[in-house]
């Protein structure tokens, strides 16, 4: 063998050794490492931040859901309402609808929404919060705004049959600060504020 073929030899054995030792290393230690501290030391959050309910998955708290009458578009009275969504809460579809504030489509929408929202929930067109008539950048936001949840307490109140200052309780019992204190803003995590609302019809 000369001596140009023996170099080439000697690279190529290089590179498939090189390659085998990276994928051994980033394509299975790594990967079992992660993810076995992070099951250690994250396990909720390393699978899917699920909520439980009566035994099953009833979502989960870092995805939104609808909350609509069975077998039908229309929302359902009894359950606090999600802001909107134009993906249908698919978490294989998240991202905005890339219409700008200046978009006729979306100014009309959200004129509709704001209508819709004020009848549903018996409240002045002027009290009707953003967050409950556009969607989040993700579009799978599971958070509201306190605003928002505060404007569905009557309605949320009267169809279960409960008090106003008890369904203000489980609101204020829900709000979640901003993170660190200074970032994002306050909210309220729509599932599970309605599986509380859900405990407490059942007393």
């Not at 000369?2 to 790594?30: D, K």
């Not at 579809?93 to 009309?108: E, F, H, I, Q």
């Not at 549903?120 to 306190?146: E, L, M, W, Y």
Request: aromatic content about 6%.
């Amino acid at each position: 063998m000369n001596s140009s073929a023996h170099t080439t030899a000697r690279l190529l054995f290089s590179a498939l050794r090189a390659l085998l030792v990276l994928t051994v290393v980033t394509g299975v230690i790594y990967p079992l490492v992660i993810t076995g501290i992070a099951q250690g030391a994250f396990s909720d959050e390393a699978n899917g931040s699920k909520v439980a309910f009566e035994g099953r998955d009833a979502g989960s708290k870092l995805i939104g859901q609808s909350w609509n009458i069975e077998g039908t578009d229309e929302p359902d009275p009894r359950w606090f309402q999600p802001r909107p969504s134009h993906s249908g809460y698919d978490p294989l579809a998240t991202g905005p609808s890339n219409l700008g504030a200046s978009d006729a489509t979306l100014v009309r929408t959200v004129k509709e929404a704001r209508e819709q929202v004020a009848a549903f929930n018996d409240v002045p067109v002027a009290d009707v919060p953003k967050d409950a008539v556009t969607g989040s950048g993700s579009a799978i936001d599971p958070h509201i705004s306190p605003a928002y949840a505060e404007i569905q307490v009557d309605r949320v109140a009267r169809e279960n049959g409960l008090s106003e200052r008890q369904v203000e309780n489980l609101v204020n019992a829900h709000k979640e600060g901003r993170d660190l204190g200074f970032l994002g803003n306050d909210r309220v995590n729509v599932l599970e504020l309605n599986l509380a609302l859900d405990r407490l019809s059942a007393r």
